[in-house]
């Protein structure tokens, strides 16, 4: 057995139904078209993908009329690139409109695909052919959110029986082309505990459930099986459970998923938690939550599963997904941490074979269950919201495995947001394990300032070590300084949110270059010397307003006033001595953590029947600062560098946002007075048009949404 973990890869590939439409994860990331993504994918060094043949995708009206060119260029393209392929064919589906998961022809009409596929691709040497049969069943048989909506145990065991009967006939079929292909089954694997003995019954059934799609593939599921009674209580017949004990159809690749919400705490003490939360079932009131929110010791996560996985079934086992919709850190944290369970249980002589980085080009609304269509992104190891994917941190982090390198990312030091004290949502149950944040920190300038203070105080949510500095710690004017402070901190990267701010008072003070030109050159000179990444900010002042759409990174600067000034002549000399510096153009703060915003001070006179006064002349792009400091610490991770674009998506006039943010609180719009930008003593001349927009990639949310949260941020803090 080679000692090292092979890595593995896929796109989220779901094509669920929701009543009569389909919800295709391959069409809203762009991998059902780019047949380059193969080559972005080879590239980290991985050996098996799972390729998506999805039945929905490629034979809706049968196998007799299948359209095989999509799947015909990329395995070909594979074959090349030397990257074998495991065909799946149902991904949390129910098959084609003429037939679901509770039709009696549905495992014959899965085998039949099967076979075509065989017969086309008689080479393809590994099969999924359904994703994660348990999970699909609940969801589409017990907790009625996906096709056909079941909602009870007779629908959920006749969902998971048509899915394994499926797949057992799906394999004979395929080995009757290819008598040595492979069956990778994959499920997610969670596990149940509880905070009082009363609920244990309910744990156990829950625990044995959870291996129920394997046991029936393994011929496991006979009278002595614990949910053997169970199964014919819910419409199983004895003839079809003893049918796969006498014929089993076992994996050859036991296929792990696990992920944090996998691990449930179910808590009889309702007390502590709220309304919506508590439930049960029938017998007892209960509530079902996160293991990881409630309690204090950690979850047992990968390393868990796969040793009980390797012991249930004495066969090799890979890890098939692995995922977490998060920070980026965090993301890179759940993926380093899983590689080296699955690799510590391969040391230990257990046959653990693969790990398979999953969402590869990330998911799309997997925050309602994909049941609406949101456009709710979560960026993979590629961030596919531009024009082209763009590496993420993610990327280079699974390229150092693929490639057996070691991980080099400062941020891999600290601890996931699951090992930390904040994860906890609910007073704890049992001691308390916690984590303390280490690693490298971050250094902040702007200790005083709105931008300093967020960032501040999004890297303690996000277990980024940092130190946020005065003046006094550091003046980013002053050489001397700025070297004593990165000699001292020895940070991997730079965040200069320091700045002279007041436009109309630039008109005349000379602090306004010494802060906003000197000091970024200085500071930008000396992370280059250190190679230390840098973050330094702009402005939309750099355009002078006379575009009729939003301004783009490529656009040509002229500001109207002396602070727009200082902002263009800082990014070229910045850029000048510090290319891979992130420059953040952006605009019209607002935000829930300082007093002297727009949004918060409009919002404060209308709560007190004041009118308000706002330019009806003066077009922006406001921005909401918490959206601001996480996409951009997203993107100081990844490594981005260069000119980048980053406000709330939309171009209001400062009235209209006013106007938005009444309306969105429910106060009285009309308490809005309309005025040229001339009547409200400004100094320094604004564009009347400074909305902005970026040619890169849409990566921040729209101005809905940032309002939105301000408001409930807001109301937290009341």
Known sequence: MNDRLELWAGPECTVNRVGDRYLDQMRYSGFAHRLDDLDR????????????LIWERTAPDGPASADWRWADERLARLRELHV????????????????????????????EYAGAVAQRFPDLAAYTPVNEPLTTARFSGLYGTWYPHGRGDREFVRCLLSEIQGTVLAMRAIRRVNPRA?????????????????????????????WLGYDLLCGRVDRGHPMWDYLLAHGATADELLALVDAPCPPDIVGINSYITSERFLDDRLELYPEHLRGGNGRDRYVDVETARVVGAHIGGFAARLREACERYRRPVAVTEVHLGCTREEQMRWLDQAWKAAQKLRDEGLDVRALTIWAAFGTFDWDSLVTREQG????????????EPRPTALAQLASELGHGQTPSHPVLAGPGWWQRELRL??????????????????????????LGRAYARLCDLRGLPYKLLTRQDMDIADPASVRAALDRWQPWAVINAAGYVRVDDAESDPRNWRENVDGPAVLAAACTERGVRLMSFSSDLVFDGRKTQPYVETDATHPLSAYGRTKVEAEQRILAVAPDTLMVRTAAF?????????????????RRGEPWHAAHDQWVSPTYVPHLVQTSLDMLVDGERGLWHLANRGAVSWAQLAEMAAEAAGLDRGLVQRRPGSELGQVACRPRYSALDSERGTVMPTLESGLERYLSEVELAL
């Open 425 to 450: 949502t609910y007073p704890h149950h049992g001691d308390l394990e916690s984590l303390a944040v280490i690693g490298k920190p971050l250094l902040i300038t702007g200790a005083t300032g709105t």
């Open 376 to 387: 709710h992104y979560e960026p993979g190891l590629w961030d596919v919201r531009g024009g």
């Open 41 to 52: 994918l080879a590239s980290l060094g991985i050996t098996r993908l799972r390729f998506p």
């Open 182 to 210: 492979e069956l990778v089954q994959t499920d997610d694997l969670g596990y149940i505990t509880v905070s009082t003995p009363r609920l244990q019954y309910q744990a156990d059934f829950e625990n044995h459930r959870r």
């Open 84 to 111: 074998q392929p495991i065909a799946g064919l149902l991904h949390h589906g129910s098959g084609p409109r003429h037939t679901s998961l509770l039709d009696p022809r549905f495992p014959q009409l899965l085998a």
């Open 590 to 606: 607002f935000g829930p953590w300082d007093k002297h915003n727009f949004v918060t001070q409009a919002l404060a006179a209308m």
